[in-house]
């Protein structure tokens, strides 16, 4: 049974209520830190890991979730997509780390404002 030891979070993506849970690995990690599992709209995180790792590794699920929303690993093989997986993550943790400017103008939205994607 899965222990869970830190305030589960939420999140909306694609019109989709997405829970993160920080919980103990057990078998569902088999080696990974985290896990996205499309069908229950859950990413799973070690819970024994520090913090940063964690962040870290809640971004890299995220990503998976982005891309496998729209059907990139079709076109991949599991290790292309793990190592393009793994290079976002690196490359947004290191900007969101070093510029938090950024990050703050990136969550900002004016009420008035219809968001395009």
């Known amino acids: 049974m899965m222990k869970y030891q830190q305030a589960e979070l ?4 694609c019109g989709r209520k997405i829970e993160v ?3 103990e690995s057990g078998n569902w990690a088999d080696g990974g830190m985290g896990r996205f599992d499309d069908k229950k709209s859950q990413i799973l995180i070690d819970s024994n890991m520090n913090q940063d790792t964690q962040a870290s590794t809640l971004l890299h699920e995220i ?3 982005a ?3 729209h059907d990139i690993r079709e076109i991949h093989s599991m290790r292309e997509m793990e190592t393009a997986t793994c290079t976002i993550e690196i490359a947004l943790l290191q900007i969101f780390r070093d510029n938090p400017a950024v990050v703050d ?3 900002q939205r004016r009420e008035d404002e219809e968001v395009v994607v």
């Open 63 to 65: 990503i998976h979730l």
């Open 67 to 69: 891309l496998e929303s």
């Open 10 to 13: 939420f999140f909306m993506y």
């Open 105 to 107: 103008f990136i969550a």
């Open 21 to 23: 849970k920080f919980c």
